[in-house]
């Protein structure tokens, strides 16, 4: 009969080549209220960035940054509800399936050039929107410019629906640019990061918060980094809870 120590070491090989052999659409790590697929974490180590993948660190922003904030109104809107926004014709019959805006200050928005809507994870370029419907603006960064420049529009037209005002579209200039053509999905989540904990979240309320980006660089290389030991020590950390379970459940 195997001891528990030769039997754990061979449940913790197995959980250490975990991903290794799973097939794209396999789950590779299931974080709140998204599934990250193996074909999800290879678009971070070097491509394209997968609505799922955006959706991730979104969901990590929210779960890890924004808690500290309670009182924060500021909605990250995922990459799915946006491009169901943009392109549906009459934004009121999303109300049901949007959040409630009524009390939100901030929306951040993906938005994606696909205009297919029968083509998932379709599209060849991502681009941020900030709405701030406190002041009626609407900030776009286009890490390519000015690729998503209509697409971006169009989504401000659909929040002006929803929200009922008016928003003033501005392009922003200042946006850092991505150097190839894959990184744009990485620049979306870094530049949201940094309006989100570095301008809106820590802002002095009684100064004028800027929205430039001027002279902000994004290292994507090591963004990705960034991004994949957050999924490896969250899949570890469910690894390290099996072995555990497994380990208590079993009498040899």
């Given at each position: 009969m195997?001891?528990v120590?030769n039997?754990l ?5 197995k959980?250490r080549h975990?991903?290794?052999t799973?097939a794209?659409d ?13 074909l999800d974490?290879?678009?971070i180590?070097?491509?394209?960035l997968?609505d799922?993948?955006?959706a ?9 940054e ?7 109104q500021i909605?990250?809107?995922r990459p ?7 392109n549906?014709p009459?934004?009121?019959t999303?109300?049901d399936?949007?959040?409630n805006f009524?009390k ?5 928005l993906p938005v ?5 809507v029968?083509?998932a ?16 603006v609407?900030?776009?960064y ?6 998503n ?10 929040l ?6 008016k ?7 200042d ?17 949201m990061?940094?309006l989100l ?9 009684t ?6 980006m001027?002279?902000?660089?994004v290292?994507?290389?090591?963004a990705r980094?960034?991004i994949?030991r957050l ?7 469910g ?14």
């Amino acid at each position: 009969m195997p001891s528990v120590s030769n039997t754990l070491d061979r449940v913790h090989k197995k959980l250490r080549h975990f991903g290794e052999t799973l097939a794209p659409d396999e789950a590779y790590l299931s974080y709140h209220d998204v599934r990250l697929t193996k074909l999800d974490v290879d678009s971070i180590k070097n491509d394209w960035l997968t609505d799922n993948a955006i959706a991730f660190w979104e969901e990590y922003l929210e779960r890890e940054e924004m808690n500290a904030f309670p009182n924060a109104q500021i909605v990250l809107l995922r990459p799915s509800m946006a491009f169901m926004l943009m392109n549906t014709p009459d934004p009121l019959t999303l109300k049901d399936v949007l959040p409630n805006f009524a009390k939100t200050t901030h929306i951040f928005l993906p938005v994606n050039d696909n205009r297919d809507v029968n083509a998932a994870e379709g599209g060849s370029h991502w681009s941020l929107l900030l709405v701030s419907s406190l002041d009626g603006v609407a900030f776009h960064y286009d890490s390519l410019e000015p690729s998503n420049d209509q697409e971006a529009r169009n989504t401000t037209t659909k929040l002006e629906i929803l929200l009922g005002k008016k928003l003033r579209f501005i392009h922003m200039s200042d946006s850092p640019q991505q150097e190839n053509g894959s990184d744009c999905g990485i620049f979306v989540c870094m530049t949201m990061k940094h309006l989100l904990l570095k301008r809106l979240l820590k802002a002095d309320a009684t100064k004028k918060i800027s929205m430039s980006m001027e002279g902000k660089s994004v290292d994507a290389g090591a963004a990705r980094k960034t991004i994949l030991r957050l999924i490896d020590g969250y899949r570890k950390e469910g690894e390290r809870r099996r072995s555990g379970l497994f380990g208590k459940g079993r009498r040899f």
